[in-house]
């Protein structure tokens, strides 16, 4: 089974980590993890008087802080897992890691770090949701 979990370092995406450690115990064998981390673009007259180099090292420092405790949490469970941290329109990047990878399930979180912490479900979750053709866990 592949899983694709996507995280952002909020505590709510640390408790997706937590399911998917729960689940493996379930598992006849090990799930292949793909670790997801997708960060905003900056608005582009930022990004313009940043500088290339500075916009990069900005969305490696993030994504760092936002996969650091659930890579350490992988680890001590010893589960393999691959990387995918990308720049770009969160869901829609989800979306595309699922089908690239070929993802049996996607498990993240009810909301995140966004600028609004998801008034309701969450409008990335939610547009996962719609979006996808495998099965979505959502945890709270």
Same mark, same amino acid.
């Given at each position: 089974? +592949?899983?694709?979990? *996507?995280v952002d370092g909020s505590d709510i995406s640390l408790r997706?980590?937590?399911?998917?450690?729960?689940?493996?115990?379930?598992? =006849? +064998?090990?799930? @292949?993890?793909?670790?997801? $981390?997708?960060?905003?673009?900056?608005?582009?007259? #930022?990004? #313009?008087?940043?500088? %290339?180099? %500075?916009? *990069?090292?900005?969305?490696?420092? $993030?994504?760092?802080?936002?996969? $650091?405790?659930?890579?350490?949490?992988?680890?001590? %469970? &010893?589960?393999?897992?691959l990387e995918a941290i990308h720049v770009g329109d969160v869901?829609? @990047?989800? !979306? =595309? !890691?699922? +089908?690239?990878? &070929? *993802?049996?399930?996607?498990?993240?979180?009810?909301?995140? $770090?966004?600028a609004i912490r998801g008034m309701f479900l969450g409008s990335?979750? *939610?547009? #996962?949701?719609?979006?996808?053709?495998?099965? #979505?866990?959502?945890?709270?």
């Open positions: 089974m +592949k899983i694709l979990l *996507a997706a980590v937590k399911y998917v450690l729960a689940l493996r115990k379930e598992l =006849a +064998k090990p799930p @292949t993890v793909i670790l997801a $981390n997708v960060d905003q673009p900056l608005l582009q007259r #930022v990004a #313009v008087t940043m500088g %290339a180099q %500075a916009v *990069a090292r900005y969305h490696a420092e $993030n994504a760092d802080a936002m996969c $650091n405790a659930a890579r350490r949490m992988l680890r001590r %469970a &010893r589960i393999d897992f869901p829609d @990047t989800l !979306l =595309a !890691l699922s +089908k690239k990878h &070929r *993802a049996d399930q996607i498990v993240m979180g009810s909301h995140g $770090n966004g990335v979750s *939610a547009k #996962v949701i719609a979006g996808s053709t495998v099965p #979505v866990t959502i945890v709270r």
